[in-house]
């Protein structure tokens, strides 16, 4: 397939695709505040108290052709982590880098004449979970893939739009494609849809793209093909993912297929992080122990009847992320919190040459954890 020129050149390709360098967001509504509500609807609303913490000292890497998986519960702060990686959200602290450039000082043209804001955007685009709201049900597919063509290719020609967005439509399994090219979406199934949204961030030739939750409206036959095609698309335009997910399947899945990592969100932090390998089977943070043992079997034939099961979780409910715990925020819930838990944050631990790391002091066998009481009377066992 032939490609679009770009001014790659004026971009060192040495540094990563995307670098996040202790990325705190904090959310706060003040035009809520500002606005004719009664104080009292604003009280019970929540709003104008403490900001909520979406993303809390956050540091992660995407390199070349890399799939990092985001995966966390609702809340959790994964796609809130996302749209900052891709300069949707600005960061409240830290910063967020594109090859080596702060993707925000680029928006303020602190770079002008290296790299610019149209190049930062083109490289990093995203793919929505609801591919319905993301088209435009009035206008023809082949009108909406080409509009990203002539406002970033503004030289490329008719003819050569119509052949390309042909070309990927074929590409991805939507033929015949001169039938498809006229269709609206009501006129495509949900997979169908799935795959315009896909090809109309493809068309650019991004360095990254973030896939938010592309899959989890799809029925389980159809998520496998949907994730199989991001994949022959990145060995095709050498594509980055930057995938989120609350389905611990799907990641194992993509992560594993792409020789990728996942990381595992808890109210706006990283608490792990590994390759799927050691994620699905040497979990080591109980969190991600805990969503080990919440998810599906991996194997529809393994007789773990994992649902079942009693709980290991000492409280099913999440802190309010406008009041995160002391210590480490996990110990209201962890089945194996001790006393330091309530007092100290743990940081990532398992050592700079371990790619797999945990935000949890029983990584180190030295810790005063071990010597600290528990505060629910005793560790309680995550059946796996």
């Given at each position: 397939m032939s490609t679009i020129d770009?001014?790659?050149?004026?971009?060192?390709?040495?540094?990563?695709?995307?670098?996040?360098?202790?990325?705190?967001?904090?959310?706060?509504?003040?035009?809520?505040l500002e606005s004719a509500l009664p104080d009292s609807l604003t009280e019970r609303l929540g709003m104008g108290e403490e900001p909520v913490h979406a993303v809390d000292d956050v540091s992660l890497e995407v390199g070349e052709e890399d799939v990092v998986v985001l995966i966390g519960e609702s809340g959790s702060g994964k796609t809130t982590l996302g749209r900052t990686a891709i300069g949707l959200q600005e960061p409240t602290a830290g910063s967020v880098k594109y090859r080596g450039y702060d993707i925000q000082d680029v928006e303020r043209?602190?770079?002008?004449?290296?790299?610019y804001a149209e190049d930062v955007r083109r490289a990093l685009q995203i793919v929505h979970q609801d591919s319905d709201a993301a088209m435009n049900p009035y206008r023809t597919i082949r009108s909406q893939l080409a509009?990203?063509?002539?406002?970033?290719?503004?030289?490329?020609?008719?003819?050569?739009?119509?052949?390309?967005?042909?070309?990927?439509?074929?590409?991805?399994?939507?033929?015949?494609?001169?039938?498809?090219?006229?269709?609206?979406?009501?006129?495509?199934?949900g997979g169908e849809k799935q795959r315009v949204a896909i090809i109309r961030a493809m068309l650019l030739e991004p360095d990254l793209i973030l896939?938010?939750?592309?899959?989890?409206?799809?029925?389980?036959?159809?998520?496998?093909?949907?994730?199989?095609?991001l994949l022959d698309l990145q060995?095709?335009?050498?594509?980055?993912?930057?995938?989120?997910?609350?389905?611990?399947?799907?990641?194992?899945?993509?992560?594993?297929?792409?020789?990728?990592?996942?990381?595992?969100?808890?109210?706006?932090?990283?608490?792990?992080?590994?390759?799927?390998?050691?994620?699905i089977n040497d979990p080591s943070h109980p969190y991600t122990q805990i969503l080990k043992w919440a998810s599906l079997p991996l194997d529809p034939d393994d007789a773990r009847k994992t649902i079942t099961d009693e709980s290991p979780m000492m409280s099913e409910e999440a802190p309010d992320p406008r009041n995160i715990p002391s210590g480490c925020r996990f110990h209201t819930t962890c089945p194996k919190a001790h006393e330091v838990c309530t007092e100290v944050d743990p940081d990532l631990i398992g050592g700079e040459e371990r790619e797999h790391r945990a935000a949890c002091f029983r990584e180190d066998p030295s810790h005063e954890y071990w010597d600290s009481e528990s505060i629910h009377g005793g560790d309680r066992e995550i059946p796996l």
């Open positions: 770009t001014d790659e050149d004026v971009i060192d390709n040495d540094e990563p695709v995307l670098s996040m360098e202790n990325v705190s967001v904090e959310y706060q509504d003040e035009s809520l043209g602190e770079h002008a004449g290296e790299v509009e990203p063509l002539k406002l970033w290719y503004p030289e490329m020609d008719l003819n050569d739009r119509q052949e390309r967005i042909a070309t990927m439509l074929r590409t991805t399994g939507v033929t015949p494609a001169e039938d498809y090219m006229e269709r609206y979406p009501h006129e495509l199934s896939a938010d939750e592309v899959v989890s409206a799809l029925d389980v036959s159809l998520r496998i093909e949907i994730m199989d095609l060995e095709m335009f050498g594509t980055s993912y930057l995938f989120v997910s609350h389905n611990l399947t799907n990641a194992r899945y993509i992560a594993d297929k792409a020789d990728g990592r996942i990381a595992v969100m808890y109210l706006g932090r990283i608490v792990e992080v590994g390759t799927a390998d050691e994620i």
